[in-house]
């Protein structure tokens, strides 16, 4: 299943989570994309505040690693509790409903983020989108954070992790 929608994000991020009750500190922020927590992930996006993108899906098994048009890519583990994993916004911009992640129930969610345009208005303002994000998750025990496609801004914060 795929949906698409245009959300406003604030602050540089948006979240994937089962509600507005997450641990934040929990979360690991070392690949600057996809910051897995406890409970869900942040998005960290290059704007500061605007619209972007959005376009999920949920798929049973992985899906092929493509790469192709992306700036960058990584991939997370998610845990879902007995709430749904959706995209977390802010009131008033978005879809009415937003798209489930977690179809498949409580437990465990591979989570693949594909980003481009992040460095376009780095911090800055937009009222336009100008970034675009794919988010795909599919049902699979946890694993190690994964880049697919890396990026300087990631390359930088794995080295600030001494992940790289």
Known sequence: MTESAVIRV???????????????????????????????AYIITGIHSGPVNVETRITSTPPPADTEGWEEV?????????????????????????????DHGPGWYR???????????????????????????????PAAPTVLRSSERIEAGLRRAGRA
């Open 74 to 102: 990584v991939e997370v583990s998610v845990h879902a509790d007995e709430v749904d994993l959706a995209l977390n916004y802010w009131s008033g911009h978005g879809p009415s409903k937003p798209p489930a992640l977690s």
């Open 10 to 40: 604030s602050d540089g991020q948006f979240s994937i989570t089962g509600g507005y009750d997450y641990e934040v500190e929990s979360a690991d922020w070392s690949n600057t994309l996809a910051a897995p927590m406890d409970h869900g």
């Open 111 to 141: 989570m693949r983020v594909h980003a481009r345009g992040r460095t376009l208005e780095p911090d800055g303002v937009s009222e336009e989108p100008i970034e675009d994000y794919l988010i795909t998750t599919w049902p699979q025990q």
